[in-house]
């Protein structure tokens, strides 16, 4: 099982690999060591975060999003172009030729596991097992307690928990 992730202290990323068989997580930044917790692994299944002590964990793509996003915002300046030009056939076949392209990504692309507040992803066979799909109110209670935490940081203190 692979992972990546942000170091607690400086915020560096880091990957690591065969993570069920190590103690603790280095940074390659900063030198700095995070203790895996003791019930990470339940029965060869991740149960909880590695990094962070969340249990809350969710199942994604494995693709950069930003690379998404650029996929469809150039579908449609594209399309807009052949719309300005008054190319209807080429407007649509920009169009859904992006469609297409954005579901054969989605049924190709494999899956992982990422940490809702720490953004951990873990990647392998059968890390998915056990957990479910994104969930908007599990994140929004994340990102509000992060924002706690960066408001309450003493000023010039960096908070990298995100």
Not at 64 to 78: D, E, T
Not at 149 to 158: E, F, K, S, V, Y
Request: with cysteine; charged share 20%; net charge positive.
């Amino acid at each position: 099982m692979k992972i990546t992730y942000a170091c607690p202290r400086c915020g560096a990323t880091n990957a690591a690999e065969a993570i069920e068989s190590r103690s603790s997580l280095g940074c390659a930044a900063c030198g700095g060591a995070v203790a895996i917790p003791a019930g990470f692994l339940d029965a060869g299944r991740i149960c909880r975060c590695a990094v962070c002590p969340s249990r809350d964990l969710f199942v994604r793509k494995d693709f950069p999003q930003r690379l998404g996003i650029a996929i469809v915002v150039a579908g449609f300046a594209a399309s807009c172009v052949a719309w300005g030009m008054r190319e209807l056939v080429w407007t649509f076949a920009i169009l859904f030729a992006t469609a297409a392209l954005d579901v054969a990504l989605y049924l190709f692309m494999p899956e992982c596991l990422t940490c809702y507040r720490c953004a951990a992803r873990y990647r392998g066979a059968g890390v998915t097992e056990r957990h479910g799909p994104f969930d908007l109110e599990t994140h929004e209670r994340h990102r509000q307690a992060n924002a706690r935490l960066r408001d309450a940081a003493p000023a010039g203190t960096a908070v990298t928990n995100r």
